[in-house]
Every structure is written in structure tokens, then in C-alpha cells.
């Protein structure tokens, strides 16, 4: 078990199986030392949350979508890192998308809740920079999907 693996078994977190995409896509894509991750979802095995942020959930819930979606995400670069997330050296960049209600406006609180895991499993390492925006839908009705850039050996 890496490390970070350790870290996240303190931390409460399983990793699930990498989700598989749904349309005509790859989960990742390595080029050079970076990997791009495509957008995950906040899917887990209960089903994930779905729903418009501000309409069908409040902010808590939303930041919990988002922790989904960077645990999928980690699942993605453990993959990509052959099973090995010490191989993970930067989270370079999150791109994170939430579906919200006409009146909700903490988009970057919401996405904090992805960002927050990843600082949490990679340290410093896990700072990255970021982008959050509200939409109008998202895939499937979930309620928030963030991608990545990782930066690995």
C-alpha cells in the first residue's frame, strides 16, 4: 500500500473501482509527465448525489458531492499511476462544475470540498489551481463533476 494510500485509510477514504466513461471518451490521458483526468462525477456505490445545488441540496451536501468526485478522481490517477499514487507529484489543475439553482452563488465553496481531499492526501502536493463554475446541468443529473490535471513521475 503507497503512502498516500495510507493517508487516505486514515482519512476514512476507500478508493472504488475507476468508473468507466460514459460516451466516447478515455477516463485519462497521459501526456508526457502530466495526466489529464476527465470529468468525474459525484457517483458512488449508494448512487451518488444527484440534483440542483441550492434547489435539492444545500451547501453541505454539495461539498460532500464534490469530496465524491475527488475520490473518483483519485481512483483515476491511481490507475493512471499504474496503482501507485506516489507517483502523483503535483495536483497541477481542478476544473470543477456545479449544477445551480438560479439563486446559489458559493460555487467555490462547493468545489472546496474537492479540494480540500486533495490537500488532505497529498499535502502541499495536492495545491492546485482551480476553476469553479455554476452550469445549468450536468451529466446525468449529478450535481457536481470536477476533472484534473496530475502532474506524475
Do not use: W
Amino acid at each position: 500500500m503507497s503512502k498516500i494510500e495510507e493517508r487516505l485509510a486514515g482519512l476514512g477514504v476507500v478508493l472504488p473501482q475507476p468508473v468507466a466513461p460514459v460516451a466516447n471518451y478515455v477516463p485519462f490521458v497521459r501526456a508526457g509527465g502530466l495526466v489529464h483526468i476527465s470529468g468525474q462525477v459525484s457517483t458512488d456505490a449508494s448512487g451518488g448525489a444527484k440534483g440542483t445545488v441550492g434547489v435539492d441540496l444545500d451547501l453541505a451536501a454539495a461539498q460532500a458531492a464534490a469530496r465524491l468526485c475527488g475520490i473518483n478522481l483519485l481512483a483515476q490517477m491511481k490507475a493512471a499511476c499504474d496503482g501507485d499514487l506516489d507517483r502523483v507529484r503535483r495536483v497541477v489543475k481542478l476544473g470543477g462544475f456545479v449544477q445551480a439553482g438560479p439563486d446559489f452563488i458559493d460555487i467555490p465553496k462547493v468545489i472546496n470540498g474537492c479540494s480540500d481531499l486533495m490537500v488532505e492526501a497529498f499535502g502541499d502536493a495536492g495545491r492546485h489551481a482551480r476553476s469553479a463554475v455554476g452550469v445549468y446541468k450536468l451529466p446525468l443529473g449529478f450535481a457536481v463533476e470536477v476533472d484534473a490535471v496530475v502532474e506524475i513521475a
